[in-house]
């Protein structure tokens, strides 16, 4: 089904095609009771023969909602028919009260309760909308009829009768649930209009909130994974309201509960901000740092790579289906010798593009090195372009190419002989907010060519996670639970050990010292590379520490010079500084002359 919310922002909808939506609430006792005949108000742009208003009768009452059906399909059911058609509300009614409302409120918070109509129970209304129409959830209703004369004065929800008995139905419901938790938390209580994307991504996550997505065959997870895969660069942010709008939305939903945790949607629901803005301050609710375009740019490179082994589980899905299942094919470019390559392309913010250059230059080739060259357009630019380098003895490391008025250049040197492939991800992120449906487009060119370095270059160096990824800062002291080892990190992405309690305690500057050291998780702990590289304050000298026993360990002069350090892969910022007292502990093995 597909969720489409009108120009005037009254209506969301859910089409067919994929989507789901619906919200209740509940009450001691019923204020309507079964058989209770009520005229509605109906939206004409979706109803199946463009009425605005219908009879309905209430069939069903549950402890959270009520259920009327239309009165014109109802009439045409034979006895069986109706008594098939009540089985399925009967079904619809156990998942609802005991799955979809009581999580969906969990999660997302609650609709308005008792509400407009100061009724517990939410309406839904089945009645017979077009084939492409899943569902709707109308703000016209949340309004007094002084005010909006086609209110229905009801918190309630529409669901296209003809899904009564399918297994969308449910998801439907839990896709509108959301939208009307939506509009109480955000528009009722903050005042404030949510992106439409972003409404979209929570509702999408419904149904995986509601148990709807744990059987993959035939859910609404799997059919948003195969729409993705066949158009994987679609916008995030721009919203049409069309089949491919809602796959991207979707993922990156579940991909925001897997690093951040379900909560994240609580927080950014409650708060006074949208779209982008919202991300950012829940994740500073919860002692992030991370920006939207961090989060974004990880998230494009999971479904390349999806691999949670690595990069400390940021390139990679937990949920089982989607890390088997989401792995998108970026544009493939065979690299031969004396290949150049040119790409020119328009793009919309927040649509990601892949790009991929395969070795296959063979033993008869000259070339060996290659040159890869990105240009983005200056005047609506704010492009971030990451690399994903492929090494012949599988390992892969991922770098962010540096730009300077929108261009840059990456030099992979040894590419004949080291190099699998090289990917290249790239995204503009020029806008923040004020999304509409049809957003401009922006011109990058991107070029490969095979070439010969007339000097050295190095390697794509790895980009290691900073600690305002998880939401800690430059010196902090950490240690994973049942790990009694404490490390202090660095802005560099590289922590250093404290090889026992006496090194610690020659740092009484470290403040709170022991109290102040942070318990995080393993992964969170292996995402910043250990260095054993050591400099004394008032000395050029950089040492190498070697771990001798459990509390005891040997420091060795590196006797090479800085050129050499560099050459043997060495970095500058995994040096650690050391004071006096720690210098003076270790003993000193013989001086090394390599790494």
Known sequence: MISLLRKNKFLSILLVSGGIFIICSCSVFAVFEVGDSSEFFVDSSFDYETRTKIAATLQKVSANAYFYVEDPFWQELSLVQQGSFLDGLDDIAVQFNEKTYPSLRYIFGSEWNPGIDNDERITILLTQLKKTAGGYFNERDEVASLQEPTSNNREMIYINVSQVGTSLVHGLIAHELQHMINWNQKQRLNNVQEDIWLNELRSE????????????????????????????????????????????????????????????????????????????????????????????????????????????????????????????????????????????????????????????????????????????????????????VDYIDQQTVVGKLTLENQSGILKIPDFKTRVDSVTIAISNQFKKSDFQNNEPTNPFILSAFTDLFDEPVEPPGEELPKPEDFGLKEGDLIRAVGDFDIFIISQYGYKRLFLNPAIFNMYGHLTGGWKAVKT????????FK??????????????????????????????????????????????????????????????????
């Open 205 to 388: 996550y419904a149904s995986t909130v509601a148990g709807l997505d744990s059987d993959y065959v035939g859910s609404n997870l799997e059919r948003r994974v195969e729409d993705f895969l066949f158009q994987p660069s679609d916008s995030l942010t721009e919203w049409k309201g069309d089949r491919y709008d809602y796959p991207s939305v979707n993922l990156l939903g579940h991909y925001l509960a897997e690093q951040f945790g379900e909560d994240i949607f609580s927080l950014m629901i409650k708060n006074n901000k949208v779209g982008i803005y919202s991300i950012e301050q829940a994740l500073r609710e919860k002692g992030y740092s991370s920006t939207f375009s961090q989060i974004f740019n990880n998230w494009a490179i999971a479904n390349y790579l999806n691999d949670k082994s690595i990069y400390s589980g940021i390139y990679g899905y937990k949920n089982p289906y989607l890390k088997g299942n989401v792995q998108i094919s970026p544009i493939t470019y065979s690299i031969v010798s004396a290949n150049v390559i040119n790409i020119a392309q328009q793009v919309k913010d927040w649509s990601p593009y892949w790009y991929r250059f395969v070795n296959k230059q063979d033993a008869s080739t000259i070339a060996k090195d290659l040159e890869i060259e990105f240009e983005g357009f200056m005047g609506q630019g704010d492009f971030n372009v990451y690399y994903i």
């Open 520 to 527: 995080v998780s393993p992964e969170v702990r292996d995402a």
């Open 530 to 595: 250990t260095s054993n590289y050591y400099r004394y304050v008032s000395e050029d000298k950089v040492y190498k520490l070697e771990i001798s026993g459990e509390d005891t360990g040997i420091l060795s002069w590196l006797n090479i010079t800085g050129e050499n350090f560099l050459s043997q892969g060495g970095k500058p910022e995994s040096i650690f500084i050391i004071n006096k007292s720690e210098l003076d502990w270790y003993p000193k093995g013989e001086d090394k002359t390599t790494l």
